[in-house]
């Protein structure tokens, strides 16, 4: 199935695999990315971080800083407190420190800020700056962490006396557990989803540039919600004067951003903080071990996950039992209403009717996050626990895995499916993406050579992941960030030749936005894309909007893109009637113009109608041409795929060589093929990379033990497999141009179907699980532990 | 403070450096030629990578100071502004090479330097050949297309279509 065209090439709308924009730029370095902004004046800022996961700070010393060359302040807790500003609340209503006054609670948080003329000498000046500590034993393991010897971390809560932060369930306990108590086979496995980082190529920073004379912030920084961040600014220091009319909040070209830049981390209130009081820009740029080591994680969740189900292969429930480990604080950037995101998807792309899920989120000595890195709102998370399970099942009953879903998948007839969590599937077929994904990859013949291979000792696994997203968040009855319902915007305004510049309220870091919205502009109006300029990130010029995370931007601001094109589409109509002398009724539309029913010669193109908007409008009609559309979708969209990984193992060394990936992908109408294909490729590398190479690991005292590149182990190209890629299209039906996000399913979906592998591979020596990462050393000790080798 | 002078895309630059000043910064705060990235804390990412004389450099690993009297290329003499792009640069938007395109400068320069010892590369000796670039958007592939496009159109050959494939 491919996305029929409805347009030219020439107008590349929907379906053409239109070359990006935004690459002359980047193609000759100039793109501007925040460290690339230079300002008069501008000073630079470092940070002095923890070197202990909990401690007491004594005393900080700045003495030997401030003489350096230099260094014109250093910042701490104490300062910002007579402001109130040391404390700030995330998005989970829960609060954050930006400089400690007294306590840290996590290694690498930050402690004190240098402000100097270059990085060179702030860098010095961190070096200077002095802290005792009291070192204090902290809380690492989120199982221990509700031991009763436990220490109490958030002791600034008033009357918090454990580490608990919140319980949370869903679905139908007591039906749940009747199910499991009668069915036939049951299968239960611990899986941890460890904790890792999106590791975007750019770190975090920004140029904060207070004016005192005009009292206005312009802030630049790496930010993917910049409006929302406008708000957050003016909550948080709307009471020293930077109410939301005075911020100017300014996300230029992100290199990359993954979920690490929804977040509002303390090095931008820091910076902010500073410009404030010196009156100069101040630029803060983090280095990649810092970005490691103390923005969002993505992940750390335990699960308890079950299945019951019949002899032959029906699934009747499932049960999952989280405990998620959220660091000192609850700063996951989740919808207001959801602490665990959309994990109740966990139920995922079978048709049955009963599970239980609950929650527990515990504070521990570990930086803030959680919800980063493709996650959409901890749909990875969910994913793995269904996928892997339904595998495991599979392998308990000693069925076929794909057989196992096809005897299970919601029926395409069925849709709009309701979940037994409260989830409306939108559409879908899955039986289609799976068979696709088989045909592609020789199912058959691999199961034949897998068992040839099984004879003579060699490992070969195949895995597979059919797994259901759920992405466009969402619903103003739902979904609300800080109370802002989750809707987004787009703004199109025509030039009297016939040109367009349309803003959004979403923030591309590298999704191809300026390139596809200019498509679907194209699609509904005719004017060529490549006459229509996109623009995000600038908060003074671009619509409200909520931002870009989540795969949100396309079901969210490209339907409201699409709508804002229709109202113009419908004023082009009154104004070809009026020159064409005939009745709306009498009109046709065509990409490009409309014509007169059975009289195609007389026809008006779209640049003859806005060029009429400005020199010979009807009477009574507004002047100009342009629309502004803030779209609340009536549900989130749910894209899906079927994904199959073949696994060849050596038996000696643990070695796992990824043969053959095939990813199926069904996100509904399709934009721009190369683009989709493009975000597929790069989210299955990062799905290989939480699967078999990225974890962050703690010690017991809370020292992080890869916080930099040297062994957090980003995938090069050679680890990379060669994606092979294909789609089906099941249209959105609520969706105004029938298209649903994608861009983090394939780390979503990638992960479950390599661990499938992998386990399918050691399955005859009795290996029903792994966690990933499942690396060569883990692969190798199973072995060991099982006798195999 | 020391005195150099470095060619940077044939142009002579003096700057008078502290001779603990890296290159990298150089090029992107001196010069302002701020094409060339920062990626990393530890020669990992190579996205700062520059031509030292010719040969690929992380330039976040070398002095300035280093540089007295050598010859730099970034990505800003890939192309004259306004020109055609060079083959490496039609590669990467012919094939989707880039998306965020903050690995794109330094990646580009380092294939600049593979294609020029290896004018005819093999998918794996490409693989191998950018394995100290990292990249966190693309996936890899479509970098390997544009550089196979890139290593066709120098020999003079016709490249393979860009369009993408699908199963």
Known sequence: MTQVCKTSKAIGGMGHSMKRKEDGRFLQGKGNYVDDIKLDGMLYMDIVRSPYAYAKIKKIDSEAALKVPGVLAVITGRDLEQYNLHWMPTLMSDTQMVLPTDTVMYQAQEVAAIIATSRYAARDGREAVRVEYEVMKPVIDPFKALDPSAPVLRTDKPGKTDNHIWHWEVGDKARTEAVFASADVVVKEQMHIPRIHVASIETCGCVADYSKVNNHLTMYMTTQAPHAIRTVIALVAGHVGLTEEKVRVISPDIGGGFGGKVPVYPGYVIAIAASFLIGKPVKWIEDRSENLQADSFARDYHITAEMAGTKDGKILATRFKVLADHGYTDASANPSKFPTGMFSIATGSYDYGTTFMEADAIYTNKPPGGVAYRCSFRVTEAVHAIERMTDRYALEIGKDPAQLRFDNFIPKEAFPWHSPTGWIYDSGDYEAGLRKAMDAIDYEGLRKEQTEKRAKGELMGIGISTFTEVVGAGPSKDFDILGIKMFDSAEIRVHPTGKAIARFGTKSQGQGHETTYAQIIAEELGIPAENIQIEEGDTDTAPYGLGTYASRSTPTAGAAAAVAARKLRDKARKIAAYLLEVSEDDLEWEPGKFFVKGAPEKSKTIQELVFAAYTNHPQGMEAGFEATHYYDPPNLTFPSGAYICVVDIDKETGEIKVRRFVAIDDCGNIINPMIVQGQVHGGLTQGIAPAMYESLIYDDDGNILNGTLMDYLVPTAVESPNWETGHTITPSPHHPIGAKGVGESPTVGAPPAIANAIVDALSPYGITHLDIPITPFKVWKALKEKGAI | ?167
């Open chain 2, 1 to 167: 403070m020391k005195q150099i002078t470095v060619t940077v895309n044939g142009q002579p630059h003096s700057a008078e450096v502290e001779p603990r000043l890296l290159l990298v910064h150089l090029i992107r705060e001196n010069l302002n030629l701020t094409g060339t990235h920062i990626g990393c804390d530890t020669s990992s990412c190579g996205a700062c990578t520059v031509l030292l004389d010719g040969k690929s450099v992380k330039s976040c690993t070398v002095l300035a100071v280093q540089a007295n009297g050598k010859s730099v290329s970034t990505v800003e003499g890939l192309c004259a502004p306004g020109a055609a792009l060079n083959p490496l640069q039609e590669g990467f938007k012919e094939n989707h090479g880039l998306h965020c395109g903050f690995c794109t400068p330094g990646m580009m320069m380092r294939a600049t330097e593979l294609l020029e010892h290896n004018p005819d590369p093999t998918e794996d000796e490409i693989r191998w050949g950018i394995s100290g670039n990292l990249c966190r958007c693309t996936g890899y592939n479509n970098i390997v297309k544009a550089i196979l496009y890139a290593g066709a159109k120098m020999r003079g050959e016709e490249p393979a279509s860009t369009e993408p494939q699908f199963v």
